[in-house]
Nanobody, 116 residues
Framework: QVQLVESGGGLVQPGGSLRLSCAASGSISSIPAMGWFRQAPGKQREFVALVASGGSTNYAGTVKGRFTISRDNAKNTVYLLTDNAKPEDTAVYYC??????????WGKGTLVTVSS
């Protein structure tokens, strides 16, 4: 298990930029995969993006081409960025880490509201 703390949420204008951070309590260099889910009001939690330890990434179709996920092992932090936020991106964003052994750790979430 690893403790995860998200930050960077808040109010963003449509078409604006967003940068979310997920800070881990320890080294993430050996964590096979880390990523993000999001949950819009009244909807199920959905996958957004992941980055593996080797640098490969995967994105949901709804965000592919607009969102970028990255991992900074030196800072024990994973990021999620977009420079073209849309109202449909409004959700609570949750960071996760898949640990060797089959367990998954979750952050508590950060709320993103995209609205004018």
């Amino acid at each position: 298990q690893v403790q995860l703390v998200e930050s960077g949420g808040g109010l963003v204008q449509p078409g604006g930029s967003l940068r979310l951070s997920c800070a881990a309590s320890g080294s993430i260099s050996s964590i096979p995969a880390m990523g993000w889910f999001r949950q819009a009001p009244g909807k199920q939690r959905e996958f957004v993006a992941l980055v593996a330890s080797g640098g490969s990434t995967n994105y949901a179709g709804t965000v592919k081409g607009r969102f970028t996920i990255s991992r900074d092992n030196a800072k024990n932090t994973v990021y999620l960025l977009t420079d073209n936020a849309k109202p449909e991106d409004t959700a609570v964003y949750y960071c996760y880490a898949d640990i060797w052994g089959g367990s998954r750790s979750w952050g508590k979430g950060t709320l993103v509201t995209v609205s004018s």
